[in-house]
C-alpha cells in the first residue's frame, strides 16, 4: 500500500533556480531549439500536439482538462484535489494495490494535479509499454473506482497536510493575500480545501466530478517521444474516446483584484517575517504582456540580475531572497512579489520594494537593463526544453493560452520586439506602488497594519 497523496509538482528549488539563472546569464543569444511540433486528430477528432523524438525509448505526455478548483462546489473546496489523488487510486478492474503494483512493474509514472483553473496530468512510459500505459491512463479517467478505503486514507492525508501548513508563515501569507485581494471570488479558495470541505466531501462528489469536469470539448494533450503520429492516433481515440463530448456547464466571472493599498499583519512567534504583496496584473492575451514579461525579470523576476536582488539583498543586506513575477489566470491577473526577512527589517524592506516599484513605474527600465534582459530570456528560452516532459508540458500550455503551434519558432520574436518606449509605457501601467496590498506573517518592526487579517476559512 502506497503512502500518499503523491508530491505535487513544484517549480524550481531557490538553489536550483538561482543555479538555472546564473548559468543560463552565460549563454549568448539563441533561437529556440529546432523542436517539429505535429498536430496528429484522431478518426475520432480528438487532437494531440506531438513531438516525435526517437533518441530514447521513452514516451511522455501531459494532459489538461480546462476547469479546476475554481469550480469546486461552496463548502467542497478541495474536491478537484481529492479526485486528482484517487482516481489512480483503483480503476476498472484493480484495486488500488492491483493499479499501483502494475504502474511499479512496468516502470509507468502516473499523476494527477489540480490548479485553479485546470485540471492536469502526467504520463510517462517506455515506449514498449505504451499500450498498456495508455489503457491505465484511459482507467484512470473514466473507471476510478473510488474504493472507500483508498479515498478514507487520501483524505486523512489531505487532512494531515492541511494541519502541517497552518504555521507555515508562506503559505499563511499567500492564502491571506487571495482572500484579501480575490475576497469572496473563488481564486481566494484553497485549491487543498479545509478540513471542513474535506471531510464534506463524498464518493458521490468524486465520481459528480469526474463525469462533468472530463470531457473531449476541454482536452488538451502534448506528447513527446519515441511515437509515431500514426501509432498517437490511434491511442488517442482508444485512451480519449470514451470521454463525454462536452464537459457540465461551469463558469468563473472575471475579476478585478481589490487593491486598496491594504496592511495586513499576522502574529506568529519566528525570527523571521514572510512578506507578500501585489495588486492587479496584466492578462496572459494582453498585447503589452511580452513587455510586461521583460520588465517583471528587470524588477524582480531575474533572480541575481533583478533590481530587487540588487537593492534588498546586495546593498542592503536585507534578506536572502527578494522577487516579483507575474501570475496570469483564465479570469484574473496579479503582479505578486514577496520577501523573507529578519523581523527588526521588515519595514525597511518593504520600503525598498515599494521605492523600486515606483522607480520602475516613473521611469521604466534603461536601455542597457532592457537588452540585458532581452538577451537572458532569448538565450535562456531552449533550457525549457531540454528535457521529453518540459516540452510535452510547454505544447499542453501553448494550447491552453491558443498560441499557435508554430509559437516555439515565434516566441523569442516577441521579445526581441520589445522597444524601450513599449517597456517605459507597459511600466508606467502595470506598477502602482500606492495600491499594493502587503500581508506580514510574524512580528515585524516598521510596520503599521491598516486592518485586520481576513479569516482563514
Known sequence: ?????????????????????????????????????????????????????????????????????????????GLATMVSSTIDEGAGPLDSQAFQGQLDNLSIRLSFDAGLDVFSGSLRTLSDNRETAFDMLRLALTEARFDQEPVERIRAQLLARLKSQENDADIIASRALRR???????????????????????????????AERF??????????????AE???????ATFGALPAAAADGTVPEIVPRADGDVVVIDQDVPQSSVVLGHGGIKRDDPD???????????????????????????????????????????????????????????????VIREEWRRMAEQGPSAEELEAAKTFLTGSYPLRQTSS????GMLVGIQLEDLGIDYMDRRNGYIEAVTLDD??????????????????VGRPEGVEPTREAPGRS
Open 1 to 77: 500500500m502506497r503512502g500518499r497523496p503523491k508530491a505535487k509538482r513544484r517549480g524550481l528549488s531557490l538553489p536550483t533556480a538561482a543555479l538555472f539563472l546564473a548559468l543560463a546569464w552565460l549563454l549568448p543569444a539563441a533561437p529556440a531549439l529546432a523542436v517539429e511540433v505535429k498536430r496528429v486528430v484522431s478518426p475520432g477528432g480528438i487532437e494531440a500536439w506531438l513531438v516525435e523524438d526517437h533518441s530514447n525509448p521513452i514516451i511522455a505526455l501531459e494532459l489538461s482538462f480546462r476547469g479546476g478548483a475554481a469550480l469546486d462546489p461552496t463548502g467542497k473546496e
Open 180 to 210: 484579501l485581494m480575490f475576497e469572496d471570488h473563488p481564486y481566494a479558495r484553497q485549491v487543498n480545501g479545509t478540513p471542513d470541505s474535506l471531510a464534506a466531501i463524498e464518493t458521490a462528489d468524486l465520481r459528480r466530478f469526474v
Open 215 to 228: 470531457a473531449r470539448e476541454n482536452l488538451k494533450i502534448g506528447v513527446v517521444g519515441d511515437i509515431t
Open 231 to 237: 501509432d498517437l492516433a490511434g491511442l488517442l481515440d
Open 289 to 351: 504582456y511580452y513587455a510586461a514579461y521583460v520588465v517583471n525579470y528587470i524588477l524582480g523576476g531575474g533572480g541575481f540580475a533583478s533590481r530587487l536582488y540588487e537593492e534588498v539583498r546586495e546593498n542592503r543586506g536585507l534578506a536572502y531572497s527578494v522577487y516579483s513575477y507575474l501570475n496570469a489566470f483564465d479570469h484574473s491577473a496579479l503582479v505578486l512579489g514577496g520577501v523573507g526577512t529578519a523581523n527588526a527589517r521588515v519595514g525597511e524592506s518593504i520600503a
Open 389 to 392: 516532459a518540459r516540452i510535452a
Open 423 to 440: 517597456a517605459k509605457r507597459v511600466a508606467a501601467a502595470l506598477y502602482h506602488p500606492d495600491k499594493l496590498t502587503i500581508v506580514v
